[in-house]
């Protein structure tokens, strides 16, 4: 992967919304004042457009045009749709994984790393002492710590997959094109690894597990009450999302704690 090749990036047309155009009529008076004002005015105007500029549109993706960067064996081919959801096309998988990392780090650099920090405990680094607390809980879970472990357990082909997919973001990270929210907190991304896109994943999960304190009161109600009695407690939820309790499995020692405070 230390070949240098190119993005062939083709955008679908869009639309070009109207803009409304604002009439001036003129006065003699406003000729004389904007005789003063005028420079002053198109001086502001320049600094705000700069910036502007500068903070919010240059970290746009590239959704036309050709890009050369290094890490490729072969063009690649993006295509992004209407909708501006971007169709990859690669003569082979390491090129498919570094463009698929380039291009996600062009869309959501930085949601990729404030999840990162969040799976770390490392916001506070860059939010202040405010996010101590959720730093400090976060990190009891040591989902960083468990994604480091699992990088080294990997076979050699999700290794090499995870590895081309952290180049394609370097990549994009090495053009310097920050996020607004990173240059507005006044920090750089730090270059993205493998454990990263497996500690991503792993809050993932925990985001997406946030009734784990209902399933286990789900399951000692149907412990306690039977299947019958605990389906007429929550009526069309079990006829909708079945409960699967294998045969012979205890949930009696589960989520006391869980229990007892629904029961309070």
Not at 31 to 50: D, Q, S, V
Not at 141 to 155: D, F, N, P, Y
Not at 251 to 262: E, I, P
């Amino acid at each position: 992967m230390s070949a240098k090749s190119t993005l062939d990036i083709r955008a679908h047309p869009r639309p070009i919304f109207p803009l409304t155009l604002l009439q001036i009529v003129y006065t003699r008076t406003m000729k004389n004042t904007w005789k003063f004002l005028g420079p002053t005015l198109a001086a502001t105007a320049a600094a705000l457009g700069a910036g502007y500029y500068w903070l919010f549109r240059r970290p746009l993706p590239q959704t036309n045009g050709t890009i050369s960067l290094h890490g490729l064996d072969r063009p690649v081919t993006i295509y992004r749709d209407a909708w501006g959801i971007p169709h990859i096309y690669a003569d082979n998988i390491p090129d498919l994984y570094f463009a698929q990392g380039y291009v996600h780090a062009q869309d959501r650099l930085w949601q990729m790393d404030f999840y990162r920090r969040l799976a770390a405990g490392r916001l506070a680094e860059i939010l202040g002492p405010r996010a101590l607390d959720l730093d400090r809980w976060v990190r009891t879970l040591s989902l960083r710590h468990v994604a480091e472990q699992e990088v080294r357990m990997l076979s050699d082909e999700t290794h090499n997959q995870l590895a081309a997919y952290a180049a394609g973001v370097n990549a994009r990270i090495a053009q310097g094109r920050r996020p607004a929210e990173c240059k507005i907190l006044g920090y750089i991304p730090e270059p993205w690894q493998a454990a990263d896109t497996v500690a991503w994943s792993k809050m993932m999960a925990w985001n997406l597990s946030v009734n784990w304190e209902t399933e286990l009161l789900r399951a000692q109600l149907i412990a306690r009450l039977g299947p019958e009695l605990a389906a007429e407690l929550e009526p069309g939820q079990f006829d909708r999302w079945p409960t699967a309790i294998p045969a012979g499995t205890d949930f009696s020692h589960l989520g006391q704690a869980a229990l007892d405070k629904a029961e309070s």
